[in-house]
């Protein structure tokens, strides 16, 4: 049976759980504000969903964890300063240095962003924060378990996507990569030709990629503050639009008495993500080998991530900048899904950062995503401009349709 069959009216009735959605993204937006990893403001949130959670779910549990609100994008600022550094000791004559410096910005680049490994979180206090789970049964034995997910937690705001969008993120990113090859690539050089005050050397290509690592230092000191610790953001799109269809999924199916037979479905809402992944991080690991042993249990997760803009949606085959391998057969159950609808989503390859589903997929439980906003990214993105007065109805609704048309096929056909 399709979703669309499950119900009379059924428009009306998606109508209906998106309002729900948007009325509580709202809720929560006003009551709790802007929620940093491990604040009272994300505690608070997190709270109202597992108070909202229990009048539609058979089971709710809390799972905490801890973890740094600041280390994942410490990267940034951190390496600004090494690579202006590593500009400094290039040109005074000591490039083993300068490389000994821009090698360490690319593993922190490699280990926090391409790989999102906790690298630098010994550095930073922790903080707790957890997930919220809700469990709908099937009436009968389990066979399969569908998870979706959103998260609950929001970003400090990304001071480049605010004052410029993408030419100014594109070109702090452009910068990086330069300096960093300048660095290695020059300094290496340098050692081998023995060359030793570089602007007293006659080596003219020395005294090039001097001057060129200098015309980086303006805009990799403007990178020191591409996070804005002092503004965190809202985040009614990212994530809260997620979460939400996550809890409408099950709500729908309660308020109509939709309970599958061999399904259990499950809605996920998860902390941190902001913090580089940590609450699905957690999540599987706390359910990875669990889920693994259940041999009979045929278990997807499915990551909900930004609802906002209708010609963008995707489905993400491959996560992590890339890096990560999504189940191609959840991608495929998802796009299939909304073909039932009627709408032509692509599966494609995340263009930068991550979704939940890649923390999820390394855990070894097939994850894919499903997201909708301009890769671009869209000004909104980590910014002042992430509001309740900025969602998109239409998106929301035809996100929880798809939502629910793939808990359908799943129960239906498994992957």
């Given amino acids: 049976m399709k979703s669309t069959e499950s119900v009379a009216k059924y428009d009306s009735e998606v109508r209906l759980y998106t309002n729900y959605a948007i009325k509580n993204i709202k809720n929560i937006c006003k009551e709790c504000g802007p929620r940093p990893v491990g604040s009272d403001e994300e505690k608070k949130a997190l709270d109202y969903m597992e108070k909202e959670l229990k009048t539609s779910c058979d089971s709710v549990s809390r799972e905490s964890f801890k973890c740094s609100d600041k280390a994942f994008m410490s990267w940034v600022p951190l390496g600004a300063v090494l690579l202006v550094l590593a500009a400094v000791f290039f040109t ?126 303006p805009v990799l000191g403007a990178a020191v503050v591409f996070v804005n610790y002092k503004r965190p953001v809202t985040g009614a799109n990212d994530d809260l639009t997620g979460s939400l269809i996550s809890a409408a999924v099950i709500k729908f199916m309660n308020a109509n008495d939709i309970r599958f037979e061999n399904t259990e479905v499950v809605a996920a809402l998860v902390g941190g993500e902001e913090a580089g992944l940590r609450g699905s991080k957690a999540w599987a690991k706390a359910h990875a080998d669990e889920i693994k042993a259940e041999k009979d249990v045929e278990t997807i997760f499915v990551s909900l991530d930004t609802i906002r803009e209708f010609d963008f949606m995707a489905i993400y085959d491959k996560d992590m900048t890339g890096v990560v391998k999504n189940d191609k057969r959840v991608a495929s159950l998802i796009q299939t899904a909304a073909k039932n609808l009627g709408y032509d989503v692509p599966v494609k390859a995340i263009e930068l950062g991550a979704t939940d589903a890649a923390a999820v997929s390394q855990a070894g439980i097939p994850a894919s995503a499903f997201t909708a906003m301009d890769p671009s990214p869209a000004r909104y993105y980590h910014t002042r401009l992430d509001t309740q007065d900025n969602l998109d109805p239409k998106t929301i609704e035809t996100g929880l349709k798809i939502a629910l048309e793939t808990s359908f096929l799943f129960d239906e056909q498994g992957i």
Avoid: C
């Fill in 92 to 217: 005074v004559g000591l490039p083993q240095v300068s490389v000994a410096l821009a090698a360490v910005e690319l593993f922190f680049i490699l280990s926090e962003f391409i790989f999102y490994k906790p690298v630098l979180d010994i550095f930073f206090p922790k903080k707790e924060s957890s997930n919220v789970i809700g469990v709908r049964k099937a009436s009968g034995e389990t066979k399969k378990r569908i998870v979706f997910s959103g998260h609950m937690d929001s970003a400090y705001e990304w001071t480049y996507t605010y004052h410029g969008g993408r030419p100014a993120v594109a070109g702090i990113i452009v910068t990086a990569v330069i300096a960093i090859v300048l660095h290695l690539a020059g300094g290496i050089y340098a050692i081998i030709a023995n060359d030793g005050m570089v602007w007293t050397s006659d080596n003219l290509a020395l005294k090039i990629i001097a001057v060129v690592s200098y015309v980086t230092v």
